[in-house]
C-alpha cells in the first residue's frame, strides 16, 4: 500500500506539471484514451456475448434445443422424456385382452408317441387300450425353399399349313429364368420397410434359399413397385388436401455425395414423402398437396409454411425444448412459468376459457421482455441488414408472434399438441440413411420415398405390409 500511495503521488506531481505547461495536450490525451476505453468496453461486450453464444452451442443437446439425438456425441444428457407420468399402472389394463398362441384344429403335420409296454406292470399296451390323448402344439418355421414354377405352352401345327400357333404366357412371365412376385415383394420388403442393406439381403437370401439375389435383381423389384405406384400417389394428392388438419416436416438427406431435402406431408391415415432439390416452396408447390389445402397444419415453425393459405399449429415439443435450454442454461424465469402454462393447457385444456389463457400467455411475454431490456447496438459504418438479436428475444419474438398458432390445440380437439405425427413418418428416412449411407442416385431416392410413402399409408391404414407390397409389385395396389 505504502509503495502504491508512493507512485500515486509520483503520477499526480507529474500530471500537474504536464497540465500547466500544455493543458491542450493533456485534453486532447484524454479524449484518446476515453475513446480506446469506449472501444475496448464495446469489444469486451462482443467478446462476452459471443463466448455465451459458444458456451450456449456446447451446452445445446437432443433434450433442450432441436438439435437429433445423433449430434449428442458421447456426451448424452441425461434421460428426462418430455412426456408425463400418466394415472395408469404399467402393463396391461383392466378389461384389456391378451394375446397368445391358440391351438389349431388342422394342425400341418402330427408326431404320435405311443407305448408299447406297461411301465408298471410289464404287459403289452395296444390302441383299444388308449383312454384319451394330451395335445401340444409346436409353432415353427417351415424349411425355406424356393418352389420352381414351370410354365409349359404347347406349339400347334396350323392343318393344312406349316404354321404353328400357341397361347400367351401369363402376365409378368417374360423370361426363361426369373423370380415370381412373392420373392419380388420379399426383397421390396427387406429393403424399403426393413431397411437391410443390399449386401445383408442378398446373404439372406443365399442362406435361406439358395438364390443370392444380386443388387440389380433387388433394384428392379423396387424399381417394379414404384412404377405400379403411380396411381397410389395420385391418390395422396387426391385425399391429403381436403383433410382438416395436416402434418408437415422436412429434413436434410444426401444424394450421391451432395445435401438435398425430403419433405413430408401426412395425416393419421396418409403418409407422401418427396425428395427435392429445393426446402422451400418450389418443392411444396412441386407435391401438389399444401397450396390446395385449406385447413389447419401443424409444423415446426419453418418460415415457408407462413406463406400457404391456411391456418397453423405450431409444435410445443420444439417449443418446450428450447424453453428448457433458456430456463436452464439462462435463467430465464418468463422460459419456466411459460412450460408450466403449455403443460397445464394440455393436461386440462377446458381448465380456463381460451381468453384467458391467451392473456396469461402475453403476461408471460411481457415478462420476458421486461426480464431482457435490448438496447440495439450503434451500426458501424457500411453495415447492412438487420442487427443480429440475443436467442432469447428471438424466442420472445416467436411466441408473441404466433401466439394463436402456439395455443390452437386449446380451441380445436382435432388438433394435436406436437407435430410427432410427421416426425414418426420421416424418421424410417435417417435410420435408413444411418444404416446404408446416402442415396446414389435421385432415382434411388424416388424409389425409396414412394415406395416408404405406400408402406407407411398401409400400416396406418391396417394393411399387412407383405400382402400390400405383393399387390403392388403384381400391379394392383391399395387404395387405387
Known amino acids: ?13 507529474r500530471l500537474r506539471r504536464l497540465i500547466e505547461q500544455d493543458s491542450e495536450l493533456v485534453i486532447d490525451l484524454i479524449l484518446e484514451l476515453k475513446a480506446q476505453n469506449l472501444d475496448l ?18 451446452n445445446k443437446n437432443s433434450r433442450n434445443s432441436s438439435k437429433p439425438p445423433g449430434s449428442d456425441g458421447y456426451k448424452k444428457p441425461n434421460p428426462k422424456s418430455l412426456r408425463k407420468k400418466g394415472k395408469r399402472k404399467n402393463g396391461g389394463q383392466f378389461g384389456h385382452r391378451g394375446k397368445t398362441l391358440e ?50 405352352v404347347y406349339k400347334y401345327r396350323v392343318p393344312g399349313s406349316n404354321q404353328t400357333v400357341q ?42 434359399y439358395g438364390y443370392g439375389a444380386n443388387e440389380q435383381t433387388v433394384y ?74 385449406r385447413g389447419i397444419l401443424v409444423h415446426d415453425c419453418w418460415a415457408t409454411y407462413f406463406r400457404l393459405d391456411c391456418e397453423h399449429s405450431l409444435c410445443n415439443a420444439h417449443l418446450i425444448r428450447e424453453l428448457i435450454f433458456q430456463k436452464e442454461e439462462c435463467q430465464q424465469e418468463w422460459a419456466k412459468n411459460m412450460e408450466k402454462l403449455l403443460w397445464q393447457a394440455y393436461e386440462n385444456p377446458y381448465k380456463k376459457s381460451l381468453k384467458d389463457w391467451q392473456d396469461q400467455y402475453s403476461q408471460i411475454v411481457e415478462q420476458g421482455y421486461k426480464q431482457n431490456p435490448y438496447k440495439p447496438p450503434p451500426r458501424k459504418k457500411g453495415q447492412r441488414g438487420r442487427c443480429k438479436k ?61 415406395n416408404r410413402s405406400y408402406i407407411s399409408t398401409a400400416i396406418k391404414q391396417g394393411h399387412r405390409v407383405f400382402d400390400a407390397l405383393f399387390n403392388a409389385v403384381s400391379g394392383n395396389p391399395c387404395f387405387c
Request: proline fraction near 4%; include cysteine.
Open 103 to 152: 391351438m389349431q384344429k388342422d394342425p400341418d403335420k402330427i408326431v404320435k408317441y405311443k407305448l408299447t409296454f406297461c411301465p408298471i406292470t410289464g404287459r403289452r399296451l395296444r390302441d383299444r387300450d388308449i383312454v384319451g390323448v394330451v395335445r401340444r402344439q409346436v409353432f415353427e418355421l417351415p424349411e425355406p425353399k424356393l418352389n420352381v414354377i414351370e410354365h409349359r
Open 220 to 293: 428392379q423389384s423396387r424399381k417394379r413397385c414404384y412404377g405400379n405406384l403411380e396411381k397410389f400417389e395420385q391418390y395422396l394428392k387426391q385425399n391429403l388436401p381436403v383433410a382438416s388438419v395436416l402434418h408437415g416436416d422436412e429434413t436434410g438427406i444426401r444424394i450421391a455425395g451432395k445435401r438435398q431435402w425430403l419433405h413430408c406431408v401426412s395425416d393419421e391415415k396418409h403418409t407422401y414423402l418427396e425428395v427435392h432439390d429445393n426446402r422451400g416452396m418450389k418443392a411444396i408447390e412441386a407435391m401438389e398437396v399444401l397450396p390446395k389445402f
Open 41 to 58: 468496453r464495446t469489444q469486451v461486450m462482443q467478446l462476452a456475448e459471443k463466448v455465451a453464444e459458444l458456451e450456449g452451442r456446447l
Open 167 to 208: 397361347k400367351s404366357f401369363p402376365d409378368g412371365v417374360q423370361a426363361p429364368t426369373q423370380y415370381g412376385f412373392k420373392f419380388c415383394c420379399w426383397l421390396v420388403y427387406l429393403s424399403d420397410y426393413q431397411l437391410l442393406p443390399l449386401n445383408r439381403i442378398s446373404q439372406m437370401c443365399a442362406d435361406l
Open 390 to 450: 440475443p436467442q432469447v428475444l428471438n424466442l420472445l419474438e416467436r411466441f408473441e408472434k404466433h401466439r394463436d398458432s402456439v395455443l390452437r390445440f386449446i380451441e380445436n380437439a382435432e388438433v394435436p399438441f406436437t407435430n410427432n405425427q410427421a416426425e414418426r413418418d420421416i424418421r424410417m428416412v435417417k435410420v435408413q440413411q444411418k444404416i446404408s449411407g446416402c442415396f446414389r442416385s435421385w432415382q434411388g431416392a424416388r424409389i425409396f420415398a414412394r
Open 1 to 13: 500500500m505504502e509503495n502504491k500511495s508512493i507512485l500515486n503521488t509520483v503520477e499526480r506531481s
